[in-house]
């Protein structure tokens, strides 16, 4: 009859390695930077670019400020980008002095931003 074969035993599993105080401490996570965004504003201006004003405020800081009587082409088209911070907080305000609005009777003017 044939001898059995012998298959190689595993080594013995190593003992645990024993904790040492103190403990390394954890790897610190650093705050996290915050990066800029890009604020885009385009506005279209209608028939009567004189009532049209607006401003850009970001935090204490005014980006931009266009009050009514600024512009006088009709139909204008405004594309102006400004850089924010990510944790800052804008407002955007438009105004119609006349209080018609931008648009329909007065033209085609319009507004959009784009973050």
Do not use: H
Request: charged share 15%; hydrophobic share 30%; proline share 16%.
């Amino acid at each position: 009859t044939p001898s059995p074969i012998q298959f190689p035993t595993p080594p013995p599993t190593p003992p645990p390695t024993p904790l040492v105080w103190p403990y390394p401490r954890p790897t610190e996570t650093p705050p996290p930077t915050y990066v800029s965004l890009s604020v885009e504003i385009d506005i279209l201006l209608d028939n009567f670019p004189i009532e049209t004003g607006w401003n850009l405020t970001c935090g204490n800081n005014v980006k931009a400020d266009f009050p009514a009587g600024t512009y006088y082409a009709q139909n204008l088209n405004i594309i102006q980008s400004f850089s924010m911070n990510y944790d800052e907080s804008c407002t955007f305000f438009i105004t119609d002095s006349a209080e018609d609005g931008l648009c329909c009777s007065n033209g085609r003017g319009r507004y959009t931003i784009t973050i």
